[in-house]
């Protein structure tokens, strides 16, 4: 048993020093003059001595000293304090804020809390306050540009949708790339937990006002100690707690609208006038084809059938409509210094544009501080959120209302002539596929309900002053209640009679640490000690799943839709899916004079997603740190105000990719026949699948200038990850289409550059400005026999970035006659109108080689502007359907206005196809080529804030206001693109894979809710 | 003091140190089992056999892409201009290497073969019971390569040293590339396994919705015809005509039985059907949904075939003279529960019309026209009262093709018969069906389904088929 070894190794360590403190003790402990909140990692002095200490992670320090002896207290963003030491022997000490840059200064990774001096990883803190308010669903979306490394992007519009998070480039092949998300400690089920919804997010429930800080964990010496979850780095979100002092009360409130971000001009639908253009173009190019002659289309009969003639609406409209957003939030924050409580209540409500699509949110938040005794203390938090959503369908659903927007020809008419929505389904100007949008929207349902606690319990024990115990429990409680209506008139329902679906999901996840802490002051070494921490941790992950389907409601009764009203049940099922880890962990960390820091951690985990031959992996880190500002010789030169290097390496792993049971060879139940039970072997499964492993190496520097005025953060990382999990195809002859292997490697090496300045600081005026750049670049280094593959519209090839857009090469229209063509291979020398004679062609990467954001704000007296920027450069990106929206080959659909462009007369110089209905080269014009990718780099105006704090006015200091903050606030009010063919917005990220074809959406546009732009006003109130 | 510090040293270390159990991260599925314990007794056997027949009735198999090309890509039924956007490419004759179609049948049809082998080659103790789903694991193997076969080889009786698809009889593993058998080894395989099914099984099943052996055997009789092997054929059919106990349908039943969406205990004409119910069914993707107007409804009848029926036909009546998208149409009605919440329409396999369609017609072949007519007649007796055939030698083989072409319109067999018989498919101009081509000459290199471009991709001991 390694971890018995670990402990005995650790107590020996302690019996052997634990004679201690020969002359007389001062303890004390050191917080901040703003905010009352502890500093750890404050150093101090005795002055004229090379005696020091610094201070834990409650703020608290111990120091031999005599009387008269002076203690100077330094840390950084603080000014200095000196004090005497007087008759007693127990000292507060608050700190005063220096002008210089706030941030980042203390680096809480969830195991251990450290000084940013101390700290030897790549990690960066948002502080919490940075995006109070934003009127986002989801943190996430506010942290979009504002950390190097951490690239975020939506791929719906829908409030409360999943989000594709990188750190550091893709981490893995298979599903999940996703970090791992640690909430106060606990490891959190994220992302989508749904079932039936269009799109979720786990972390839609947490308030972005309840955060006290946001730290990514970015290199291997920061995420190792999450050993098999590790690799695709670590979002660690702290929230608010309690300080001691006065009770401070806030209220924010804001209300606005979302309305439609401008469509581009090469995705506007076609009007009604060019689609019968298009249409009668399309039907006479047919019939005049000769070997048509046998079966021509009656053009004035279509026409008459299609009503090109008669009455148009425009569908893009009438699926879209500004909506309402609005936020209010309470909060308290007070105590003393035996107990401190922060209380937060919250409400938040958005409307997407598309009808349908909306989210309102209720959250709660109490954290609460006590002190029992000298050596005890106690933590409890609990986060309760309530989320609703309703999720219209996406990609090829015909009930998208998006897919409806840009399918629904003109003349399929929405209202009857009475006004009422049209319902009919038979006859072209009616809905004989897609369905009417509108009446979808009305009597259709796609809702979640998800309903969070998270609650943790930390129990602090200082058995004495060097030695540490911290017993942690956590629980991660989330309730799906998920519900589908489809009415039994138009839609997915039609030919039920009605139909409807109740999900219920719980993912009850529980976690528990026990964790032994050991400070050992190097004796006769001043300012050199060694930081220990031994632990165990065990986590539980148990779902429930809850399933029904029935059929046949009532038909004229649009609100009962409870399934109780069914008369015919199709689905009752229930079922579980839980996973484990158990883990072992040390982490220790040698300072000498926070000069030179020396840390390692190591973890051995084991977990129920292993292969059998796989149980468990050990994950080891080391980092060093050098703080060049502390050397003597620093002091010489004028021109940094502060230096640190800083370098790691190690080894993570990553499991989420793991399914619960994907590993065991199976056969699975429920595919029933005849009513009875049946077994099918459907799960190819592989014993020997582990967790992926990354090894991470990381050289870093951070330089301040003008006494850190302006700051620099430098990061080099060369990230080898092997073991991949591909998917690799099989011979469809075994039954099977791929296995998971870990079978591949691949690279993620890359520059990250931030940095904040101030670059006017006046009296009156200041100008904040930050600015952060991330390059990666991502290369397949090792696949199976060095044989590339083909993952949907991707080729995997050793050498090329992973997402390589695998195409056929589009080579513009033939003048002569109106065909599509390709280059028939990669030399670009031939061409041909044979779709199935040009070849595929590695080029394009999905993937953004570079991104970052860059954000400002100005104050004038009382008013502030901010603006947030984010841009993202260097993918193409795919329009998943443009073979329905491009050409004549689905006639019956509505098309992009931009096939206007088509070729019509000999000679003609164009890049859109002759339209003929059935389409031109045997109808594969539209097809998947290199026509369909676009450049995805864009700039986007992601925050634009102007608001007004009326200090100091005296009737509100009458009514007890303190702070009263007034602001207007624009979101996603401007987006540059750089590709004029781009039909949509280029934010389109990553989706899961599709579970029938195995292929993974990415970089692709799929219908999806488009995102919005808001405008809102607050008001931000303090008591 | 100091041993008060080991005191707690030791309460704190014994809390670090207390771990879980091995147990805890062993976590058993809940719905599934470890495939080497998966058939253990003669129950475990008969869940396999309903996870098989689920297999089979996928929409990517019997479910829908298989009875649907045998008719589209024939010339009973073509999309209408106003459709889902479905089989396009089959209706225009326009299908490349990584048609949906064409990857759906193998790869699922090759996933139903992984299910009847794993039954197969599993040894249990003899008994009636495991006869009965062994038996009905061989038939549906050769069920499943016989359709294989046709799609994406050169019928047999063109050439039998053409291609075939490749045999797999057992799981070898992920990473297995076999290369194509032959055709006539494939063929082989079939009858043996046929053979093999009509050995072990008993001669009643439960319902039409399970197998018995004269299932195998008729099964064996369509596989005799398609190979050319009329003397076999004819045998075959006469072992299910004269010891199999089924009764044909009568035209007084007629309408009844093609409303009827579940089984039927009492041989009354189907030999076997695979079971769709109001919960297990293939939804939206469902062959009914495709034919029916209260589904997608996209495929529609061919003008010529709705004009062989006579008058009196009753078989006339499983298709509508109605519209679609305002215009006259021949809506197909034989799969009508497609909106029923109790039950959906079953899956005909094998009935006994066909049986007696192939035993006349090989009987015909064989040049014993007496018992040909005897046979045919017999049947059309049932169907249309008007209407007795007396013709001999090839007009009689073609009156034959004729009322079998009637007989199992849009049950997925149509392609077939002009396939092994090798001749020109006309299809009609239809005013308003998609795109699609009148004129599919026997050379024509699209009348062999391309080998799947996932399967090319990775097995490179496969061949693809010419031209694609």
Known sequence: MKKKLLLFFVLSIISLNSIFAQSRKITGRVTGADDGQPLPGVSIKIQGSDRGTQTDADGKFSIAGVAGEKLVFTFIGYTAQVLTIEGNANYSVKLKSDTRLLTEVVVSDGYVTRAKKAYTGAAATVNGRENENKPFSTPLQALQGEVAGLNISQNSGQPGANMQVRIRGIGSIGADSNPLYVVDGMIINSGDLSRLSTTTNVLAGINQNDIESVTVLKDASATAIYGSRGSNGVI?????????????????????????????????????????????????????????????????QTTTSYGLNGKSNNWYDLVT????????????????????????????????????????????????????????????????????????????????????????????????????????RTGNTNFPSVYNPLYIAQNDKKTDSQTRVLGNATLKWNIWDELKYTSYVSIDYNVLEERQFNNAIMGDGRTSGGRGYDYYTRAFNWLTRNQLSYRWNVPNISDFYV????????????????????????????????????????????????????????????????????????RRDGSSRFGSSQAFGNFPSVGVAWNVDQESFFAVQKILSSAKLRASYGLTGNSAGLSNYGWRPTAGYGVNYAGSPGQNFNNIGNVNLGWETAKQLDIGVDFGFFNDRLTFVVDYYNKNIDKLILLNPVSLTTGFSNINQNIG???????????????????????????????????????????????????????????????????????????????????????????????????????????????????????TLSADIYYNYGNYIQDAWAQYLNDGTQYTFNKYASNMNRWT?????????????????????????????????????????????????????????????????????????????????????????????????????????????TYTIGLNVGL | MKINKFIYVLIAGAVVS??????????????????????????????????????????????????????????????????????????????IVTNAEANNIWSQGYYTILQANRIINTALPTSTAVGLYKGEAYTTRALVYLQLANFYSTPYTVNPGADGVPLVTGYQGAYTKPSR????????????????????????????????????????????????????????????????????????????????????????????????TNITNNGTAGLDYIYNPAGYGDILSTDPLYNLYSATDVRKSLIINGKRSGAQAYIVNKYSNVSNPNDRDDLKILRYSEVLLTLAESYARLGDMVNALKYLNQLVAQRDPSLVYASTGDQLISDILTERRKELAFEGLRFFDLKRTNVTINRPVEANSAPSITTIATDNFRRLLPIPQAETDVNKSITQNPNY
């Open chain 2, 18 to 95: 207390t771990s879980c159990k091995k147990s805890f991260l062993d976590q058993k599925p809940p719905a599934a089992v470890n495939i080497g314990d998966a058939i253990k007794t003669e129950s475990d056997m008969s869940d396999a056999v309903n996870g098989m027949f689920n297999a089979s009735r996928s929409s990517s198999l019997f479910g829908r892409d298989i009875p649907v090309l045998g008719d589209v890509l024939a010339d009973n039924a073509y999309i209408s201009s106003s459709n889902s956007g479905r089989y396009l490419q089959e209706n225009n004759y326009t299908y």
């Open chain 1, 236 to 300: 660690v979100i702290t929230t608010k707690k309690g300080k001691s002092g006065k009770t401070q009360v806030r209220f924010d409130a804001e209300m606005g609208s979302t309305s439609n971000l401008s469509l581009p001009d090469a995705g506007k639908p076609a009007t009604a006038d060019q689609y019968r253009t298009l249409f009668l173009e399309g039907l006479n190019n047919y019939n005049q084809i000769p070997a048509n002659a046998k079966s021509q289309f009656d053009v004035p």
């Open chain 1, 531 to 602: 930081d220990a921490n031994v632990g165990y941790e065990a986590q539980k992950s148990r779902a429930y799943f809850i399933t029904s389907n029935s059929n046949l409601y009532p038909a004229t009764q649009p609100l009962l839709t409870n399934s109780i009203n069914a008369s015919t049940p199709i689905a009752g099922n229930a079922n579980t899916s839980d996973y484990t880890y158990d883990a072992v962990f040390a982490i220790v960390s040698a300072n000498y004079k926070n000069k030179y820091v020396l840390s390692g951690s190591f």
């Open chain 1, 745 to 863: 490697a691949m690279t993620n090496k890359g520059f990250e550059f931030a940095v904040k300045g101030i670059p006017v600081k006046t009296k009156d005026f200041t100008w904040t400005t930050s600015f952060n750049l991330s390059l990666n670049k991502n290369k397949v280094t090792q696949l199976v026999n060095h044989a590339p593959f083909l993952n949907g519209n991707f080729q995997v090839q050793e050498g090329k970035p992973f997402y390589t857009w695998y195409a056929r090469q589009y080579a513009g229209v033939d003048p002569a006659n109106g065909d599509a063509l390709w280059y028939t291979d990669g030399t670009k020398t031939a061409t041909t109108n044979d779709y199935t004679k040009a070849q595929r062609v590695a080029g394009k990467q999905a993937d953004p080689k570079a991104f970052g954001g860059f954000n400002n704000t100005f104050s004038y007296k009382g008013i």
């Open chain 1, 321 to 424: 409509k500004n909506g309402k957003q609005q936020q209010y939030n309470v909060s308290l924050n007070g105590g003393n210094e035996m107990t401190r409580i922060f209380a937060s209540t919250g409400y938040f409500k958005q409307e997407a544009t598309t009808v349908g699509s909306n989210l309102k949110r209720i959250t709660g938040l109490l954290n609460i501080d006590h002190t029992i005794s000298k050596r005890f203390s106690l933590g409890i938090g609990l986060n309760f959120s309530n989320v609703n959503q309703n999720t219209p369908s996406n990609g090829g659903g015909f009930a998208n209302p998006i897919l409806s927007a840009y399918f629904l020809r003109p003349f399929q008419l929405a209202y009857n002539d009475d006004g009422s929505l049209n319902s009919t």
């Open chain 2, 181 to 276: 058998s032959k055709l006539a080894d494939v063929y082989a395989k079939i009858i043996s396994d046929l053979d093999s099914a009509y050995a072990i099984m008993p001669p009643t099943a439960t319902s039409s919705e399970y197998m018995n052996k004269y299932a195998a055997k008729a099964l064996q009789a369509r596989a005799y015809l398609y190979k050319g092997d009329y003397a076999n054929a004819r045998d075959a059919a006469l072992e299910v005509v004269n010891k199999g106990g089924y009764t044909l349908l009568t035209a007084a039943g007629f309408a009844a039985y093609w409303t009827n969406p579940g089984p039927v205990t009492n041989k009354q004409e189907t030999i076997f059907e695979l079971a769709l």
């Open chain 1, 905 to 1013: 007369t000999p000679g003609q110089i164009t890049d859109v196809p002759k339209y003929v209905v059935g389409g031109v080269n045997n109808g594969q014009s539209s097809s998947f080529s290199s026509r369909f990718l676009y450049k995805g780099d864009y700039i986007r105006l992601r925050n634009l804030t102007i608001g007004y704090d009326f200090k100091d006015l005296a009737f509100l200091k009458k009514l007890g206001i303190s702070k009263l903050y007034l602001y207007g606030r624009g979101t996603n009010l401007w987006t540059k693109t750089y590709d004029k063919r781009l039909p949509f917005d280029p934010e389109v990220g990553a989706l899961v894979n599709n579970a029938t074809t195995n292929q993974i959406l990415y970089g692709v546009s799929n219908l999806e809710v488009p995102q919005v732009k």
